[in-house]
């Protein structure tokens, strides 16, 4: 018999989490328990969830991966924050929008981009949900192609002035600061991202009621007209609006990704637990073949979704260690594409299949794989449609010199 000391372990890689990252998730995975409940009755009364902020506020859950030198930032590393918000995406994909919106695409983005007196003004109050962080990209006729945005900036007495319309803007009627992104009047270059404050004078957010999934998230199309922006609110050096853009989207997918697992998660537990519960032929329905061979492709594709996204957060975390690094940054991008890709289409045919094992009862709102079945659809076309992004991979392979778009 070959004894432990006839090996030798030559590999960094561990999939344990460590006792502070246990601690983080015991403590989100709490507030998750409470806030489903609350989160429930929303969906069902179809209007949005607004007790995220207080209850995930009160547990110091609003700034997990801001640096502790702003309010109650957490300084959580990406394995952290993927984790994190994989056990938020069980609770539904409206909840896990909040988060992702808030911290991945405004937090994340204001923290590598923006100068100190910026972080302290805009981070601070932000971890501690006293303003709420949006982010202003689509356009009606600008999706997955922002260059083609139509918002324009006019630049005057010190000052910049904002003219344009945004649309399927998360937490846009919620936020406090807008990351608007903008060019300047009759140019097609030299786009510039600023934070609005939604208070000032020619703003207007006017909520999308009639969406066919996330009900309890706030989705808004923005309306801007002459808005007044001080020039200490513009994010990032003028002219790198579309870098700062696609930082933010990075940092989007891969919360999009973890939520997807989350979903993953839920679909198969629930899937379990009533295969369980319910009886057809005399027999459990869990011990029928056919709904066997639906749960064991969303257990498979929920570990490969999983694996995927903990390479993707492992990368970030790498390259945040080393911004100057080109080749990581391009590693990173293609990993978090690849894991948002696989996890947005493997979600909803996880929560698909869910409805299946559920028969007609998955049919109903009341209960979770119908709600899944429908918010999920929603993944496969923001942060990257999965057209843009299967294009991302390829050239992954292929090499730049293939571009579609050049």
Not at 255 to 260: L, Q, T, W
């Amino acid at each position: 018999m070959l004894e432990q000391d006839d090996y030798m372990n030559l590999s960094k890689m561990n999939f344990d989490v460590s006792e502070e990252q246990a601690l983080i998730l015991e403590q989100v995975d709490r507030v998750c328990r409470q806030i489903r409940p609350v989160e429930d009755k929303c969906y069902l009364e179809r209007r949005i969830n607004d007790q995220v902020k207080p209850m995930f506020g009160k547990a110091h859950l609003l700034g997990l991966p801001v640096s502790r030198k702003y309010g109650d930032g957490q300084g959580a590393d990406m394995v952290t924050y993927a984790l994190a918000i994989e056990r938020i995406g069980r609770e539904g994909t409206g909840l896990r929008t909040f988060f992702s919106v808030h911290m991945a695409l405004g937090q994340m983005t204001v923290q590598l981009w923006g100068n100190e007196e910026q972080r302290q003004r805009i981070l601070t109050p932000a971890t501690k949900g006293d303003a709420i962080l949006a982010f202003g990209l689509t356009e009606p006729n600008a999706g997955s192609d922002p260059a083609s945005l139509t918002t324009y900036f006019e630049e005057k007495e010190g000052k910049y002035f904002l003219t344009g319309q945004k649309m399927w803007i998360s937490l846009g009627s919620t936020a406090k600061y807008v990351l608007v992104f903008a060019y300047p009047k009759g140019r097609r270059e030299g786009m510039c991202g600023f934070m609005v404050d939604t208070e000032t004078p020619g703003f207007r957010a006017e909520l999308i009621g009639q969406k066919l999934g996330l009900p309890t998230a706030d989705t808004s199309t923005l309306y801007l007209e002459k808005v007044e922006v001080p020039k200490e609110n513009l994010l990032g050096p003028p002219g790198k609006g579309m870098s700062v853009a696609l930082s933010g989207l990075m940092n989007g997918r891969l919360s999009v990704a973890a939520g997807c697992v989350g979903v993953m998660q839920d679909c198969l537990d629930e899937s379990v637990r009533y295969s369980g519960v319910r009886f057809q032929h005399g027999k459990v329905i869990g011990k029928h073949q056919l709904v066997q061979r639906h749960i064991g492709l969303m257990s498979t594709n929920l570990d490969a979704a999983k694996l995927l996204l903990l390479k993707a957060a492992f990368t970030k975390q790498k390259y945040e260690e080393n911004p100057s690094s080109l080749e990581l940054r391009e590693a990173t991008d293609l990993a978090i594409t690849k894991a948002k890709y696989f996890a947005a289409k493997a979600s909803f045919d996880s929560a698909n299949r869910a409805v299946q094992v559920f028969g007609a009862n998955g049919y109903s709102f009341e209960n979770r794989p119908a709600r899944h079945l429908v918010d999920t659809r929603v993944t496969m076309i923001y942060e990257g449609a999965n057209e843009i992004l299967e294009q991302k991979i390829a050239l992954g392979s292929l090499g730049k010199q293939f571009e579609a778009f050049s």
